[in-house]
């Protein structure tokens, strides 16, 4: 008897690995020779990843990049407390006229804060020689904006300005970045910007309080008159360097599939008169328990039917196992295939971080991304070219 159970045990043993070894072969069977950029970067136009620049400059993670992608977005380094940093540096305004700066005609105060771009740049270098697209992220957002700047005198301690004041110091701040990058000799590898970060869900909360932004400017809604600025001087921006039809402008938020409704409304707002906005950026940070994949592709219907261009911009999916994370990517990279099949202008995919050990939501063990770590891809990232290849061959 005990050698019987003892060659039932192997028995099943076997036949455990063979099934188990048949759904792995299965998975990969239908991507052969696919890969993330010459399935999805060939027909959505963008197809990328959240880096930092430390990644970039090694080698060995740069070759994986270009392997798999075709454009990057910076994690943080372009982000407004990165260029400002955490205290100013003040400059007179003849000086940072001498930089390049842009300064406003309505500016009345006779300082600005001086803008690092070390960083950016080497970005921008590393990235148009080898052949990079950058998605110029972000402009505007009450998060990581240090506070003096909303301060009289840059002052950590000053009292908020008027929105006439912010007004002009935002106009400085966004024509100059926006310039320096495309009068650069590497900045035509920037194709969209992210204008303004989550404006419908900057409300002051217990863990997040009000920001400058909400302070000077006032409570959320779908008419508001500053976000309209900020992407009436981005645009004057790229209509200047003559970009309008080369670089997109976008309102990016999370949650957008709960927010559409009010996402299509500031869009039609800010657009009223002149097209300033192109679309929104879908962050698309989602879990296996929300959102549903009918629900999330009636969000990117809503967009289409409102004609605005779509990148899915920050797209990661947690979930208690890989299998269950791998049925959940398939399922709503269908629906984006799906969506853009029936006409949506979806223009770009990014995934936000190259693998799980870097991603932002590691510390709660969600396991997010298609590799687990930088070269082992996991069930999601071939379920994720099953979906294209489903759709479209």
Not at 89 to 101: D, E, N, P, R
Not at 198 to 222: C, D, Q
Not at 290 to 313: C, H, R, W
């Amino acid at each position: 008897m005990k050698k019987l159970l003892k060659h039932l045990r192997m028995v099943i043993l076997v036949i455990a690995i063979a099934i188990s070894s048949f759904g792995v072969s299965q998975a990969k069977a239908a991507t052969t020779n696919q890969t993330l950029l010459n399935t999805y970067g060939g027909n959505f136009g963008r197809v990328g990843s959240c880096v930092t620049l430390a990644q970039l400059q090694d080698p060995a993670t740069l070759s994986v990049i270009k392997q798999r992608y075709n454009s990057i977005t910076l994690e943080n380094e372009m982000k407004p407390d990165a260029l400002l940093g955490l205290s100013p540096t003040l400059i007179t305004v003849s000086q940072a006229k001498a930089l390049g700066y842009y300064i406003p005609s309505n500016y009345t105060e006779t300082t600005v804060p001086k803008i690092d771009f070390t960083n950016v740049d080497k970005v921008l270098q590393i990235c148009y020689k080898n052949g990079l697209g950058v998605r110029g992220h972000t402009l505007i957002w009450h998060s990581q904006t240090p506070p003096w700047l909303f301060n009289t005198r840059y002052s950590s301690s000053g009292s908020y300005v008027s929105s006439t004041v912010m007004d002009a110091r935002m106009e400085f701040y966004i024509k100059t970045v926006m310039s320096h990058v495309h009068s650069s000799n590497y900045g035509s590898v920037v194709y969209a910007w992210d204008v303004v970060n989550e404006y419908l869900h900057s409300l002051p909360t217990p863990a997040l309080p009000a920001s400058g932004w909400f302070k000077i400017y006032g409570n959320i809604t779908t008419s508001p008159q500053y976000v309209k600025n900020a992407f009436r001087y981005a645009y004057e921006t790229t209509s200047h360097f003559g970009l309008t039809n080369k670089v997109s402008l976008f309102y990016n938020d999370y949650n957008e599939y709960m927010e559409s409704s009010n996402i299509i409304k500031m869009i039609n707002y800010i657009n009223s008169g002149t097209r300033y906005c192109n679309g929104i950026g879908c962050q698309s940070h989602l879990s296996t328990s929300f959102p549903s994949v009918d629900y999330y592709k009636s969000a990117l219907q809503a967009f289409m039917n409102a004609g605005l261009e779509i990148q899915i911009t920050e797209l990661d999916a947690g979930a208690p196992t890989e299998t269950e994370q791998a049925a959940y990517s398939y399922n709503i990279m269908k629906a984006i295939c799906d969506v853009k099949k029936s006409g949506a202008n979806i223009t770009g995919i990014t995934w936000w971080g190259l693998s799980d050990n870097v991603s932002w939501r590691k510390k709660n063990n969600d396991n997010p991304l298609l590799f687990s770590t930088l070269y082992v891809p996991k069930a999601s990232y071939y379920r994720t070219l099953d979906a294209y290849t489903n759709v479209f061959n």
